[in-house]
T-cell receptor
Framework: AQKITQTQPGMFVQEKEAVTLDCTYDTSDQSYGLFWYKQPSSGEMIFLIY??????QNATEGRYSLNFQKARKSANLVISASQLGDSAMYFC??????????????FGGGTRVLVKP | NAGVMQNPRHLVRRRGQEARLRCSPV?????VYWYRQLPEEGLKFMVY????????ESGMPKERFSAEFPKEGPSILRIQQVVRGDSAAYFC?????????????FGNGTRLTVT
């Protein structure tokens, strides 16, 4: 069974500083995908970044980067130069490797980030 | 291009009534996924549908919940005889193919409140 763990329920970060959000996962699949989504207070789910299990390079998208450590089964999100608009819930999610599962995702419990001016 | 469209955005139902949640996937997408989010929790998978077929309904409660994705028209998540515990945000997502590197893009969700 898939499992995603986000151990930080909430954190504060000073504006313009970097913040790392932890995510560990458990799977027996060799092929899988890892995603991070942002959910602001307005409620929508915004895709941030994706890492495939066979990707050798860590994914980056603008101020977002994913610190992928396969042996440790971790996929931490790093947000650089935090902005006030980064205040939101952040969810880590994993897609199963089997084709039958399609794009079915398993989500972690989320980390609430509050950026202080 | 329009993204995934869900309506209504907010839905209030009394206990015992029926709730119908609609999801129009991205144009050209034939795979739809429904998720439920309880307050202060992550999203939980409910059902995966392809046009006219239910592929995986392992996350659906056994009773009162049903989903369809007809050949024409939006996908519908139907909850019969709603109870207070059904109050949640329901998200729909779509993809063009069964699997790939492309992320799931979600609609803005329907927030169901059962009074």
């Amino acid at each position: 069974a898939q499992k995603i763990t986000q151990t930080q329920p909430g954190m504060f970060v000073q504006e313009k500083e970097a913040v790392t959000l932890d995510c560990t996962y458990d799977t027996s699949d060799q092929s899988y995908g890892l995603f991070w989504y942002k959910q602001p207070s307005s409620g929508e789910m915004i895709f941030l970044i994706y890492q495939g299990s066979y990707d050798e390079q860590n994914a980056t998208e603008g101020r977002y980067s994913l610190n992928f450590q396969k042996a440790r089964k971790s996929a931490n999100l790093v947000i650089s130069a935090s902005q006030l608009g980064d205040s939101a819930m952040y969810f880590c999610a994993m897609r199963e490797g089997s084709r039958a599962a399609g794009n079915k995702l398993t989500f972690g419990g989320g980390t609430r980030v509050l950026v202080k001016p | 291009n329009a993204g995934v469209m869900q309506n209504p955005r907010h839905l209030v139902r009394r206990r015992g009534q029926e709730a119908r949640l609609r999801c129009s996937p991205v144009k050209g997408h034939s795979h739809v996924y429904w998720y439920r989010q309880l307050p202060e929790e992550g999203l939980k998978f409910m059902v995966y549908l392809q046009k006219e077929n239910i592929i995986d309904e392992s996350g659906m409660p056994k009773e009162r919940f049903s989903a369809e994705f007809p050949k024409e028209g939006p996908s519908i998540l139907r909850i019969q005889q709603v109870v207070r515990g059904d109050s949640a945000a329901y998200f729909c997502a779509s993809s063009i193919a069964g699997q790939g590197n492309s992320p799931l893009h979600f609609g803005n969700g329907t927030r169901l409140t059962v009074t």
